[in-house]
């Protein structure tokens, strides 16, 4: 059985990519983004099992809060 950690890593290439694509910027700034976003907390939180989602779904949770936060300004 793979660990969380190894599980998250696998993921999170693709993630990337997706939130890249979707806001036209390098893997590394949306991983930065990701990172420092409430679903990337949860994305670490071994609690929430996030982590055995797939990889599209948790990008669309993050841009859908991304979405939520430009909406509020």
Same mark, same amino acid.
């Given at each position: 059985m /793979?660990?969380?950690s190894t599980?998250r890593?696998t @993921?999170?290439?693709e993630?990337?990519? @997706?939130?890249?694509?979707? &806001?036209?910027?390098?893997?590394?700034e949306? +991983?930065?983004?990701?990172y420092n %976003?409430?679903?990337?907390?949860?994305?670490?939180d071994? =609690?929430?099992? &996030?982590?055995?989602q %797939?990889?599209?779904?948790?990008? %669309? @949770?993050? /841009?859908?809060?991304? =979405? +939520?936060?430009k909406? *509020? *300004?």
């Amino acid at each position: 059985m /793979m660990s969380h950690s190894t599980i998250r890593a696998t @993921l999170l290439p693709e993630i990337a990519s @997706l939130i890249a694509k979707d &806001l036209n910027c390098t893997q590394e700034e949306a +991983l930065d983004k990701f990172y420092n %976003s409430a679903v990337g907390e949860l994305f670490c939180d071994d =609690n929430t099992g &996030l982590y055995g989602q %797939s990889a599209l779904y948790i990008a %669309s @949770l993050f /841009m859908e809060n991304e =979405n +939520l936060k430009k909406q *509020r *300004r």
